[in-house]
């Protein structure tokens, strides 16, 4: 890529390396797909500060010429049409889309989990990133043989538009399902979703006004954050302890804010593995009661516990209709069903129907009649118990590995299920740092601050579990650490008495 700058131009230097780059692209020279060089390299060979490059890439970006992803650097995006003879539109631009987002856009996050999503489906990299089942345990026979079913004997009726609330006979299980787990909800009190999340964005629009306060714990799922603070929600973060949220602060930010909602993830939340306890839960109730703030629950993990046994739900435990249930087949089978559940009061589900008509209509059809089919033949419960074990082992295997690389000053937390290790580096470390050595050594996970709405856990990373194998596991934890040796500059320490790095590591 040639690019020759005229420093005696009056046009700016960035300008002139957008045009040319621009030409090139327009020229077909450099074809969609084609990396350009990184911009600390390319302003290093013109000669210019990097500052200028990073301008000139900006514009070709907001020409839609350009696109930047992490982990795979900036690459040609666009090149016009000229097989249709007319010359005069290779040179029309594409409007300039950036200038005509609405305010809830520009409120949207940098798009981080479809990037992680990427990695994930790299062959060649250990993804500790993602948390989501391992593809060797996706029941993919069963429900091969159930659809391969419903199909000759159901027809087209698999392939017809579906109530907005969802395939009542679905509806009906999951309301004994939840029965069995304490929950009273009938099936009219159920909407499916195309997965939890859309239950968030659901509930964002008909609850939350531009201003709104809304309380999360401190670090919480990304999905959530980016959901309220598209909705324009004030985000009010409440610290935790091994209990889960502090109810002292959560008190304290109830009382003086009044917040339209409350956000918590109280069995092994993401990303910190925390479990609320029982007593933390009834405590939680009396407090919302009291100034009668509505919860959501969200519930991903329940049914992937390892140890301690199961543990009863918030909604298990309201008796005042405060708590909004939200949980989802995706951890549970496999991530492409995006297929969850909603339980809410009667009132309440009225106005979320209305909004998911106009989301979706009502949620994939196929999906539901088979997992409804799945459900009823008793599949769900045998596939539980055996994904519990092997990610039970996986956990283990981790957080062996942790205890065997881990250099001085890494601590982490001990999940007793779920899919995820939360992990504080030494002090004067951040993960951003790590993650850069990490990722050009093949490995990647998730640095600690995007789960923080108002700032702070840079010292922070998560690791997952359930996508990789025990040995792959192994490696990954062993290529961590020894980045984290290069950046701390802790010597080769692995092989100390591993009783004391077990003390010296727990986090929680």
């Known amino acids: 890529m040639k690019i020759n700058l005229d420093r005696e131009s009056r046009t700016p230097l960035y300008l002139q390396i957008k045009n040319q780059v621009r030409q ?8 969609p797909g084609y990396r350009l060089p990184p911009e600390r390299k390319l302003a290093a060979a013109l000669g210019v500060n990097r500052s200028t490059v990073v301008n000139a890439y900006r514009e070709l970006e907001a020409d839609g010429l350009i696109e930047s992803h992490v982990g795979r650097g900036t690459v040609v995006k666009y090149v016009p049409d000229r097989e249709s003879g007319d010359e005069a539109y290779s040179t029309v631009q594409p409007p300039a889309w950036k200038n005509l987002f609405s305010s809830r856009a520009s409120r949207m996050f940098n798009p981080f989990i479809s990037d992680m999503l990427e990695l994930v489906t790299s062959e060649d990299t250990i993804s500790l990133a993602v948390g989501v089942p ?3 345990f996706h029941p993919s026979e069963d429900f091969n043989n159930i659809i391969s079913g419903l199909i000759n004997k159901e027809g087209g009726c698999l392939f017809e538009h579906g109530p907005t609330a969802g395939h009542y006979p679905l509806r009906e299980y999951l309301a004994q399902f939840m029965r069995n787990k ?17 239950g968030l964005d659901l509930a964002a629009k008909v609850l939350i006004e531009p201003g709104d306060p809304v309380v999360i714990e401190e670090q919480t799922y990304m999905g959530a954050i980016q959901v309220f603070a598209t909705a324009g929600a004030r985000i009010l973060s409440v610290p935790m302890d091994e209990e889960g949220m502090r109810l002292d602060i959560l008190e304290q930010l109830v009382s003086r804010y009044r917040p339209k909602l409350i956000y918590t993830q109280p069995t092994y939340q993401n990303p910190s593995g925390i479990t609320m306890s029982g007593s933390r839960r009834r405590d939680l109730l009396r407090l919302v009661y ?14 992937l516990c390892f140890e301690g046994g199961p543990v009863s739900s918030l909604k298990s435990l309201d008796a005042a209709d405060h708590v909004i249930y939200l949980s989802t087949f995706s951890k549970m089978l496999f991530p492409g069903l995006r297929l969850g559940w909603m339980a809410a009061p009667a009132d309440l589900v009225r106005q979320l129907l209305m909004a998911k008509q106009l989301d979706d209509l009502h949620t994939n059809s196929l999906a539901q009649w088979a997992v409804n089919k799945y459900c009823r033949e008793g599949l769900l419960q045998g596939h539980l118990e055996k994904v519990r074990g092997e990610y039970h082992k996986r956990r283990d295997a981790m957080l062996a590995s942790l205890a065997e690389y881990a250099p001085s000053g890494l ?5 007793a299920g779920g899919f995820h290790v939360w992990c504080r580096l030494p002090e004067g470390v951040q993960a951003g740092s790590l993650l850069a050595y990490s990722v050009e050594k093949k490995v ?5 601050g995007i789960f923080y709405a108002n700032g702070g856990g840079k010292e922070m990373f998560r690791l997952s579990f359930s996508r990789c194998s025990p040995a792959r596991i192994r490696k990954g934890i062993s290529i961590i650490c020894d980045a984290l040796r290069d950046l701390s500059n802790t010597g080769p320490d692995h092989k100390k008495d591993t009783r004391h790095v077990r003390e010296e590591g727990q986090l929680f």
């Open 24 to 31: 090139l692209i327009l020229g077909r020279v450099l074809q």
């Open 134 to 136: 391992a593809r060797e």
């Open 182 to 198: 304490g929950i009273q909800a009938g099936p009219d009190n159920i909407i499916i979703l195309s997965g939890s999340q859309q």
């Open 290 to 303: 009291r100034f009668h703030v509505p919860v959501i629950e969200d519930d991903p993990y329940s049914e």
């Open 411 to 415: 601590r982490w937390s001990r999940p």
């Open 444 to 448: 990647a996970f998730v640095p600690g």
